[in-house]
């Protein structure tokens, strides 16, 4: 499967499992897609190329859609998530290039 990191990725939600609780918990089972998004998403940030302003888009079983943003404020501690999935599954490159992103941040 191929998916254009450069838009925001779909997440099909139950829509009678909104509370906070659940949506990470929803978010936990689809880690690699979504923690791999939100690095490169921080990425083009950082290098000032032209993005969305959208992590994902949460679509529930009625097809409605829900939009996840991250505000500047919250870069380090997203990718400090993001460091613990990857050290979790052993990618250590990717390891660098955050530890990399959030001294430029």
Same mark, same amino acid.
């Given at each position: 499967?191929?998916?254009?990191?450069?838009?925001?990725?779909?997440?099909?939600?139950?829509?009678?499992?909104?509370?906070?609780?659940?949506?990470?918990?929803?978010?936990?089972?689809?880690?690699?897609?979504?923690?791999?998004?939100?690095?490169?998403?921080?990425?083009?940030?950082?290098?000032?190329?032209?993005?969305?302003?959208?992590? $994902?888009?949460?679509?529930?079983?009625?097809?409605? *859609? /829900? +939009?996840?943003?991250?505000?500047?404020?919250?870069? !380090? #501690?997203? @990718?400090?998530? $993001?460091?613990?999935?990857?050290?979790?599954?052993? *990618? /250590? +490159?990717?390891?660098?290039?955050?530890?990399?992103? !959030? #001294?430029? @941040?």
């Amino acid at each position: 499967m191929t998916v254009d990191m450069k838009e925001p990725i779909r997440i099909h939600i139950d829509p009678e499992l909104l509370l906070k609780q659940d949506i990470d918990k929803l978010l936990m089972s689809k880690y690699d897609i979504f923690y791999r998004r939100l690095v490169e998403y921080i990425l083009n940030k950082i290098e000032g190329e032209p993005e969305t302003e959208l992590i $994902a888009i949460l679509v529930d079983d009625e097809g409605a *859609e /829900y +939009e996840m943003a991250l505000p500047e404020s919250g870069y !380090k #501690k997203s @990718l400090s998530k $993001a460091l613990d999935y990857f050290v979790m599954i052993e *990618e /250590y +490159e990717t390891c660098d290039l955050i530890k990399q992103m !959030k #001294k430029q @941040l």
